[in-house]
Nanobody
Framework: QVQLVESGGGLVQPGGSLRLSCAAS????????MSWYRQAPGKEREFVAR????????IYVDSVLGRFTISRDNARNTVYLQMNNLKSEDTAAYYC?????????????????WGQGTQVTVSS
């Protein structure tokens, strides 16, 4: 049974930082692509970042380039999203997603497995 459990969300002031974690189980984590998506109230879920099984292969949505960093620890079956210089427009529920290998890291949509989400609120 695939499980993805996010943690690390919270309330932070503009310019602050948070690190999200997603603990995975129930599949061969080390060979799957892992992604973060987010959904703000009244908006569609949007892609944020993806990392392939080869950690050097990453891709980000333009709006977070230079501020967010996705990484993974295959020994811990965990993917992270380090978020720096947070802005109010980053406020959203953040979701972890798992996708089986095969598609290029820069292409394709989300995989079939989602976590329950963790809320990030950026406000003064």
């Amino acid at each position: 049974q695939v499980q993805l459990v996010e943690s690390g969300g919270g309330l932070v002031q503009p310019g602050g930082s948070l690190r999200l974690s997603c603990a995975a189980s129930g599949f061969t984590f080390s060979v799957w692509d892992m992604s973060w998506y987010r959904q703000a109230p009244g908006k569609e879920r949007e892609f944020v970042a993806r990392i392939s099984r080869v950690s050097s292969n990453t891709i980000y949505v333009d709006s977070v380039l230079g501020r967010f960093t996705i990484s993974r620890d295959n020994a811990r079956n965990t993917v992270y999203l380090q978020m720096n210089n947070l802005k109010s427009e980053d406020t959203a529920a953040y979701y972890c997603n798992a996708r089986p290998p095969g598609a290029p890291v820069s292409g394709g949509g989300p995989g079939p497995y989602w976590g329950q989400g963790t809320q990030v609120t950026v406000s003064s």
